[in-house]
T-cell receptor, first 113, second 116 residues
Framework: AQTVTQSQPEMSVQEAETVTLSCTYD???????LFWYKQPPSRQMILVIR??????QNATENRFSVNFQKAAKSFSLKISDSQLGDTAMYFC??????????FGQGTRLTINP | DAMVIQNPRYQVTQFGKPVTLSCSQT?????MYWYQQKSSQAPKLLFH???????NEADTPDNFQSRRPNTSFCFLDIRSPGLGDAAMYLC???????????????FGEGSRLTVL
């Protein structure tokens, strides 16, 4: 079974700082997808960024980028120039083949003014 | 405009009294999911539909059932809610896998269930 581990239950940074959220996963598969989802307080979860395992290049979406280390099974999210609106729970997630996402435990990120 | 709509947003029920939560989508997606999320925990997949094909997770209790009468609607039935079933229930949709947006789930705002 695939597992996803987020070792940082909570993080807090000042606005405009850069923050990195950690995620490790366990799988024996070679083809899969990794994701970071954001769940703001009292709002729906949305996709932040996606990485396909066969792609060596790290995905980037504006201020969000990942550091994908396939051999180490590590998938961290970097948020640059953090904004108050980035305050949310962040979930790392894994998908292989079938349509099912497996989520990590989440990291509660607070951006302070 | 909301694309995945869950009703009700808040549901209070008594121990053992059946509850139905609904989810509708305007995205015409093939796949619809129900997740259970307890406080400060990861969402846990209960089951999903790929079109009309129902896929139950092995550890989903029999107390939880689902119906998908058409592409747009999906229901979660909890036959006899216990105190441990108090949670946020999230509905999500996605296209069939294999495309460039594989893994992108569109979530509703959730239905928070309280069991008294």
């Amino acid at each position: 079974a695939q597992t996803v581990t987020q070792s940082q239950p909570e993080m807090s940074v000042q606005e405009a700082e850069t923050v990195t959220l950690s995620c490790t996963y366990d799988t024996s598969e070679s083809n899969y997808y990794l994701f970071w989802y954001k769940q703001p307080p009292s709002r729906q979860m949305i996709l932040v960024i996606r990485q396909e395992a066969y792609k060596q290049q790290n995905a980037t979406e504006n201020r969000f980028s990942v550091n994908f280390q396939k051999a180490a099974k590590s998938f961290s999210l970097k948020i640059s120039d953090s904004q108050l609106g980035d305050t949310a729970m962040y979930f790392c997630a894994f998908m292989k083949g079938a349509q099912k996402l497996v989520f990590g435990q989440g990291t509660r990120l607070t951006i302070n003014p | 405009d909301a694309m995945v709509i869950q009703n009700p947003r808040y549901q209070v029920t008594q121990f053992g009294k059946p509850v139905t939560l609904s989810c509708s989508q305007t995205l015409n997606h093939n796949v619809m999911y129900w997740y259970q999320q307890k406080s400060s925990q990861a969402p846990k997949l209960l089951f999903h539909y790929y079109d009309k094909d129902f896929n139950n997770e092995a550890d989903t209790p029999d107390n939880f059932q689902s119906r998908r009468p058409n592409t747009s609607f999906c229901f979660l039935d909890i036959r006899s809610p216990g105190l441990g079933d108090a949670a946020m229930y999230l509905c999500a949709t996605s296209r069939a896998p294999g495309g460039r947006d594989t893994g992108e789930l569109f979530f509703g705002e959730g239905s928070r269930l309280t069991v008294l």
